[in-house]
């Protein structure tokens, strides 16, 4: 298995939901990220965790929690965005945090504020 | 710090044309390089890559040579097709600091491909 597998694809919530998104992988990547990207911008970094652990955060707004329950799983949870926070929402992992040989991209979530 | 240069689109184009798409960058030591591509409406695809200077990645009729002297990293292929038509980010993977690699990307470059 050489993918990451995001869900859902696309989701619409309100600015009072309560959402999640979800990213798996089965390569025994031990690096995962979330990324944002905006329309035709590239993505911005957001979270990083290695071995689990939280180990980078891009001064992300505290509406916007991970969590990394097990190595092969990655959860972005969403709690009173603003419409401002729609975008694609991509997930990706690597091997190490520590190596240089690139990652591997979900197919990401298309989120709707509104 | 490190940063990542490529040309600005959008490249039209039609089939069977040459492209190239230019991709400097910004980093000391060595960096790995690469080439992402995003068609409309999905994620990034990890188009090719190189690790060290003088490395060729190739992949699917795209090159691009890793090339120290000029820092660059140009997107190349012989004959497009419109289902060649997508964004294409050249991005870097470096040391950020620590013992953290970090990926810079471009701003990102739209090809279309007219029949």
């Known amino acids: 298995d050489t993918e990451v597998t995001q869900t859902p694809k696309h989701l619409v919530m309100g600015m009072t939901n309560k959402k999640s998104l979800k990213c798996e992988q089965h390569?025994?990547?031990?690096?995962m990220y979330w990324y944002k990207q905006k329309a035709k911008k590239p993505p911005e970094l957001m979270f990083v965790y290695s071995y689990e652990k939280l180990s980078i955060n891009e001064s992300v707004p505290s509406r916007f929690s991970p969590e990394c329950p097990n190595s092969s799983l990655l959860n972005l949870h969403l709690h009173a965005l603003q419409p401002e926070d729609s975008a694609l929402y991509l997930c990706?992992?690597?091997?190490?945090?520590?190596?240089?040989?690139?990652?591997?991209f979900g197919s990401g979530t298309r989120l709707t504020v509104v | 710090g490190n940063s990542v240069t490529q040309m600005e689109g959008p490249v039209t184009l039609s089939e069977e044309a040459f492209l190239t798409i230019n991709c400097t960058y910004t980093a000391t030591g060595y960096p790995s390089l690469f080439w992402y591509v995003q068609y409309p409406g999905e994620g990034l695809q990890l188009l090719l890559k190189?690790?060290?200077?003088?490395d060729k990645g190739s992949n699917k009729g795209f090159e691009a040579t890793y090339r120290k002297e000029t820092t660059s990293f140009h997107l190349e292929k012989g004959s497009v097709q419109v289902s060649d038509s997508a964004v294409y980010f050249c991005a870097l993977c470096k040391n950020s600091g620590g013992s953290n690699y970090k990926l810079t990307f471009g701003k990102g470059t739209l090809l279309t491909v007219n029949p």
């Open positions: 990706a992992s690597s091997q190490r945090i520590d190596l240089n040989y690139g990652y591997t």
């Open positions: 390569m025994g990547h031990r690096a």
């Open positions: 190189a690790t060290k200077a003088d």
